[in-house]
Nanobody, 125 residues
């Protein structure tokens, strides 16, 4: 069982930055992928970025060059550094963990078995 806790959300103005954290506990898997997803009001949840236990990263086109995903293995924590935020980045952000995945499908929800409760990000214009 993997337990995930997100933090770091808040309200910022457009152009600002935030760093989200996803603290993971309770797992013993050698291979794991952690993904960040977001869901804006009235929209479907979408994949934002992912990082696996080998350090491979993926990003949605909408955030490339603005968001950076990283991990601190010693702390079992994955970060999402968000810069140049836009109003359209406003959403609930979730981190999720999976142990069996195909790299090209990192953005799909199906590979992720464990989900956090989410942290809200609001970007005002």
């Amino acid at each position: 069982q993997v337990h995930l806790v997100e933090s770091g959300g808040g309200s910022v103005q457009a152009g600002g930055s935030l760093r989200l954290s996803c603290a993971a506990s309770g797992y013993t898997y050698d291979k794991i992928i952690i993904g960040w997803f977001r869901q804006a009001p009235g929209k479907e949840r979408e994949g934002v970025a992912s990082i696996d236990s080998d350090g491979n990263t993926n990003y949605a086109d909408s955030v490339k060059g603005r968001f950076t995903i990283s991990k601190d293995s010693a702390k079992n924590t994955v970060y999402l550094q968000m810069a140049s935020l836009k109003p359209e980045d406003t959403a609930m952000y979730y981190c999720a963990a999976g142990t069996v995945w195909t790299a090209q499908y990192w953005y799909l929800e199906q590979p992720y078995d464990y989900w956090g409760q989410g942290t809200r990000v609001t970007v005002s214009s």
